[in-house]
Nanobody, 128 residues
């Protein structure tokens, strides 16, 4: 049974930094695409960032490019999202997702249907 567990969310002020984590059990992240999505209040879940199956490259939406960094620690079976210069509009529940089905090593997967397993989410609130 694969489980993804997010942690590290909280309440911060605009301009602060926060790092959220996603730990996997049951399988390893090695050679699997993983991603972060978020759902802001009253909105649909939105893709934020992904790392490809090779682990060699990342892709971000324009709203977070230059502020957020996704990384993967295979030895800890954990992925991270480092969020800097946070803005109130970053307030959302952040979800980790993993794709266990066949993936090409260099493809960026950016839709919910691309992913097979999801965490329960961690709340990030940014006050102005």
């Amino acid at each position: 049974q694969v489980q993804l567990v997010e942690s590290g969310g909280g309440l911060v002020q605009a301009g602060d930094s926060l790092r959220i984590s996603c730990a996997a059990s049951g399988r390893t992240f090695t050679s699997y695409a993983t991603a972060w999505f978020r759902r802001a209040p009253g909105k649909e879940r939105q893709f934020v960032a992904t790392i490809n199956a090779s682990g060699g490259d990342t892709y971000y939406i324009d709203d977070v490019k230059g502020r957020f960094t996704l990384s993967r620690a295979t030895s800890r079976n954990t992925v991270y999202l480092q969020m800097n210069s946070l803005k109130p509009e970053d307030t959302a529940v952040y979800y980790c997702a993993a794709r266990w089905r066949y993936s090409t090593y260099t493809t960026f997967y950016t839709t919910e249907d691309d992913y097979d397993y999801w965490g329960q989410g961690t709340q990030v609130t940014v006050s102005s």
